[in-house]
Each structure stands twice: as structure tokens, then as C-alpha cells.
């Protein structure tokens, strides 16, 4: 175990993990309302996607934004229904900041991976994919475990199965999706275990960091009386900035896992050849 936090931060040192977060923040803060009015606009082609599109909204607004919550939710609420009186050339140019996103997501993680390069062709399908398929299978996902959880403890106390349902969902929609990212999105050979143990890696990290957060925001209230109506997007900002880093740190554990397994067994055979020999 030693070893392995040893490797994970000179590779977190190597790899200007706080500096390429950052730069994943800006590229977020610019396309959060084009990505999420792309994805909306996705869901409002069917109308049976109702449902879906609403489990999404909550999930998103109920477990990535700690505090403010409901202010935020507002303000990409407004955003995104002036977003949706644009022009056909305004929604060409939300699915072109959208796809800037998902690039950026692209190169930070295969950076980390030192991946190679795809083709063009499988470069604009791996985007395609993560802009529209992944918010879609993520909102089903969210809308179906909710449904089998709550139908699972139907016969359970009400408070005690809405508890469990309040932890159990996001914890498993959280470990399927960052798996789901470190296996898909590198142009390398991701091991499943590896990724679901970066995944659970994050899920911890994300948890301490969320409550962390969220207490010295509302022990810290002086920012609202400088920031005032406004004073929910500093946080957000703040709060997207420490999403990428926890992420890449995911990112960076789970090829710390491959790299020490490679390691360990080159050494098992440099012994056994050196035993034969």
C-alpha cells in the first residue's frame, strides 16, 4: 500500500494533475449549459424519456452540488430555456462547446494513460457517444436502480428503505459511470477491476470531500455578503474545480494498480528465470 500511494504521487507530480483540473474546470464552466442543453434536448425528443430526464435532473442537482443546491439548479435552469429559443446555427454551435468538453475529458485522461491516438472516425463516434448515449444509459440507470431499490424494500420500515434507497443509488451510479469512463475512454487496456477499483477510490474521495465542503460552506457565510444573489457560482466553480482533481486522482490510482501488477510480475519472472538458469 505504501508503494503504491509512493507511485501515485510522482505520478500526480509528473503529470501537473492540480494544473490540468484546473484547466478541465474552465473548459467545464464554459460548456456546463451547452453539454446539459444538448443532453435535455436529447430527452425531450421522447416524450417516454420524461421520467428518465427527471431522475437525472435530481440525481445531478441532489448529489454533485453540495449546498446551493437548489439556487444552482435554478440558474442552469434559466440558462438552459434561453439556450433553447436559439437558432439552428446557435445549436450548432452548443454541440461544438459540447464536443470541446468531452475532447478535453478525452486528452486529460489519456494523457494520464499515455494512450495512444484514435482515428478521426472512432474519435467523433467515442465523443458522440459520451455526449449523447452516456447521458441517456446514466439516466436509465439512475431511474432503474431507484425502482428496483425501493421495490426491494417494500416489506422494510418506510424511513429505513428510503435511507437506504438515498445511499445505495448514488453510490452504485457513481461506481458504474467512473468505471465506466476509465474502461471506455482511454486508448488503452483498462483491467475491469482496476477501473472499479479507481471508481470506489473516487466514491470515497468524493464523500469526505462533499461533506468537507459543504460544512465549511455553511460555517463560512462572509462570501455572501460580498457575492450576495451570486454567491452560488463561486461555489460552483469551486466545486467543479475539486470534482476534476478528485477524478484524475482516480484516474491516476487505477494506473498505479496496472503499473505495480506489471511490475511485480516482471520481477516474478526475472526470479524464475534466473532460478532455472
Same mark, same amino acid.
Given at each position: 500500500m505504501?508503494?503504491? #500511494?509512493k ?10 494533475l #492540480? ?19 444538448v443532453v +435535455? ?5 421522447v ?6 430526464? @427527471?431522475?437525472?435532473?435530481?440525481f445531478? @442537482?441532489? *448529489?454533485?452540488m ?5 439556487? +444552482? ?8 430555456a434561453?439556450?433553447? @429559443?436559439?437558432?439552428v446555427?446557435?445549436?450548432? +454551435?452548443? #454541440? /461544438? =462547446? ?6 478535453a475529458v478525452?486528452?486529460?485522461? *489519456?494523457?494520464i494513460?499515455?494512450?495512444?491516438k484514435r482515428k478521426?472516425?472512432?474519435?467523433f463516434? =467515442? ?10 444509459? $446514466?439516466?436509465?440507470? /439512475?431511474?432503474? $436502480? ?9 416489506? $422494510?420500515?418506510l ?6 434507497a438515498? #445511499?445505495? =443509488? ?12 476509465? +474502461? ?23 464523500e ?12 463560512f ?6 457575492y450576495?444573489a ?14 476534476w482533481?478528485? =477524478?484524475?486522482?482516480g ?6 494498480l ?8 516482471r520481477?516474478?519472472?526475472?526470479i524464475?528465470?534466473?532460478?532455472? *538458469?
Amino acid at each position: 500500500m505504501k508503494e503504491l #500511494f509512493k507511485k501515485l504521487l510522482i505520478r500526480v507530480r509528473a503529470d501537473d494533475l #492540480f494544473i490540468e483540473a484546473a484547466a478541465l474546470s474552465y473548459t467545464t464552466i464554459l460548456a456546463l449549459v451547452p453539454a446539459l442543453t444538448v443532453v +435535455i434536448s436529447i430527452f425531450a425528443m421522447v416524450p417516454a424519456f420524461t421520467p428518465i430526464k @427527471q431522475a437525472l435532473q435530481n440525481f445531478v @442537482q441532489n *448529489n454533485f452540488m453540495p449546498v446551493f443546491s437548489e439556487a +444552482i439548479g435554478d440558474y442552469i435552469g434559466i440558462f438552459i430555456a434561453h439556450a433553447g @429559443q436559439m437558432t439552428v446555427t446557435g445549436t450548432v +454551435i452548443l #454541440f /461544438i =462547446v459540447s464536443f470541446f468538453l468531452v475532447r478535453a475529458v478525452d486528452k486529460a485522461l *489519456n494523457r494520464i494513460w499515455r494512450g495512444g491516438k484514435r482515428k478521426m472516425t472512432m474519435t467523433f463516434a =467515442v465523443y458522440w457517444m459520451l455526449l449523447t448515449l452516456g447521458p441517456l444509459a $446514466t439516466g436509465i440507470l /439512475i431511474w432503474f $436502480t431507484s425502482k428496483v431499490i425501493a421495490y426491494s424494500f417494500l416489506d $422494510t420500515p418506510l424511513s429505513f428503505a428510503t435511507g437506504l434507497a438515498y #445511499f445505495l =443509488v448514488p453510490v452504485v451510479v457513481e461506481l458504474i459511470l467512473v468505471s465506466a469512463l476509465f +474502461i471506455t475512454v482511454p486508448v488503452a487496456v483498462v483491467k475491469i477491476r482496476d477501473a472499479v477499483r479507481g471508481a470506489l477510490f473516487v466514491m470515497v474521495l468524493f464523500e469526505i470531500c462533499k461533506r468537507i465542503f459543504s460544512a465549511f460552506i455553511l460555517n463560512f457565510s462572509d462570501y455572501e455578503a460580498i457575492y450576495g444573489a451570486l454567491a452560488a457560482i463561486p461555489v460552483l466553480m469551486i466545486w467543479i474545480n475539486i470534482n476534476w482533481v478528485i =477524478v484524475l486522482f482516480g484516474a491516476e490510482f487505477t494506473v498505479c494498480l496496472s503499473e505495480l501488477r506489471e511490475e511485480k510480475h516482471r520481477i516474478s519472472q526475472q526470479i524464475t528465470c534466473s532460478r532455472k *538458469n
